[in-house]
């Protein structure tokens, strides 16, 4: 078993629609989670960050962490096109300690 | 957000030559930097840990001779692929860590094609 697990996709949704991406793991010991966004042949960009459990939302995007279940989740509002890219899921105990990451899910949103 | 950047953004090298990508932290001082490579349509797969002043920590699988990597200052790190091979021909990420906080920010990669 992977300590983190995403789900792949491909994703295609219309736009406006709202996304909802999500991770598990299995890592007790994660306390920080990132949700990177990445368009094809670019580095990832951050998109979000929260510490331990609870919901932070930033513009279109909220990002929630239930530790209890070790859920993490994605939601975009009004989803466009341009946000067509790949959502990766990042997280680690804290300190500057390595990154563990989702496989990434591919997501496509159409006109 | 932080910024770092990334040189070059393509090269392109013929076999047996070696390749120096740099990772520059424009805004902040990384105490550590992290070197990926990736794959078409898989995740990020981690080569090594880079602290400022210390020797890298490879992870398993990845040859320390092969990639060769400096964190000469705290805003600069360096991964060197000598004698490179068409297989080494790939997606090089990297990332740093300010030295307040937990953020983790990446460069906007690196496409190596040995030919």
């Known amino acids: 078993q992977k300590e983190v697990e995403q789900d792949p996709g491909p994703l295609s949704v219309p736009e406006g629609a709202i996304v909802s991406l999500n991770c598990t793991y299995s890592n007790s010991a994660f306390q920080y989670f990132m949700w990177y966004r990445q368009y094809s042949r670019k580095g990832p960009e951050l998109l979000m960050y929260t510490y331990s459990s609870g919901n932070k939302e930033d513009g279109r995007f909220t990002a929630q962490v239930d530790k209890s279940s070790k859920y993490i989740s994605l939601f975009i509002r009004d989803s466009q096109p341009s946000d067509s890219a790949t959502y990766l899921c990042?997280?680690?105990?804290?300190?500057?300690?390595?990154?563990?990451f989702g496989t990434g899910t591919q997501l496509k949103v159409e006109l | 957000g932080a910024v770092v950047s990334q040189h070059p953004s393509r090269v392109i090298c013929k076999s047996g030559t070696s390749v120096k990508i740099e990772c520059r932290s424009l805004d902040f001082q990384a105490t550590t930097m992290f070197w990926y490579r990736q794959f078409p349509k898989q995740s990020l797969m981690l080569m090594a840990t880079?602290?400022?002043?210390?020797?890298?920590?490879?992870e398993q699988g990845v040859e320390k001779d092969k990639f060769l990597i400096n964190h000469a200052s705290l805003t600069l790190s360096t991964l060197t692929v000598t004698s490179a091979h068409p297989e080494d021909s790939s997606f090089y990420i990297c990332?740093?860590?300010?030295?307040?906080?937990?953020?983790?920010?990446f460069g906007e990669g690196s496409w190596l094609t040995v030919v």
């Open positions: 990042a997280m680690n105990p804290g300190g500057g300690n390595k990154l563990t």
């Open positions: 990332s740093a860590h300010p030295e307040t906080g937990n953020t983790i920010y």
């Open positions: 880079s602290n400022e002043g210390s020797k890298a920590t490879y």
